[in-house]
């Protein structure tokens, strides 16, 4: 393999001549570019240019024409490759895929962990707190108690949209 160029210069110019023969005569070439075009092309143009290659592996092959009208028997060949840019590799694209998929799946455990410890914690405050009266502002649960008549009412915190409210009458 002649050469390797990355995606911002996937664009060349090839220059050619034919060796030992004057800039004045009327020497036609053809070329082809296989792995893009397999068809030849004639030109009298000694510059040729590709634009815009998609990643690819790549052979310029150029013959001349003589005044006789007989092609040389030997070709110029010149082989290259376009690489791939990094946002379209493999590697790249599966990244973009698995990041989200992996950020949300962790996003939602931690979530339901979070739902579990509050809910363990609720559990655990009403076998310790069965009687209204053993209740105080030193609750280790973030929130708050307020008693009115029979109804007691513990505010509990949390990160959900609103707080949650725990509503009992004591006997």
Not at 79 to 87: D, E, G, H, Q
Not at 109 to 122: E, G, I, N, P
Request: proline fraction near 5%; charged fraction near 20%; charge should be positive.
């Amino acid at each position: 393999m002649g050469m390797s160029s990355g995606i911002r210069s996937n664009s060349f110019i090839a220059r050619f001549t034919l060796l030992n023969v004057p800039r004045g005569n009327a020497v036609i070439f053809r070329y082809r570019l296989a792995g893009a075009n397999q068809s030849w092309t004639e030109t009298t143009q000694r510059e040729l240019q590709f634009a815009e290659l998609a990643p690819g592996t790549y052979r310029l092959e150029v013959e001349a024409q003589d005044r006789s009208g007989i092609w040389s028997g030997e070709r110029a060949e010149f082989a290259f490759r376009i690489l791939t840019p990094w946002y379209s590799s493999w590697w790249f694209l599966s990244l973009c895929v698995f990041t989200p998929v992996t950020l949300t799946a962790g996003g939602v455990r931690l979530r339901m962990l979070h739902w579990k410890q509050l809910a363990r914690k609720c559990r655990r405050g009403r076998k310790t707190h069965a009687q209204p009266t053993s209740l105080s502002p030193s609750i280790s649960a973030p929130g708050s108690y307020s008693t009115r008549g029979s109804r007691k009412t513990f505010s509990l915190f949390s990160s959900a949209p609103g707080p949650i409210l725990i509503i009992w009458n004591s006997n």
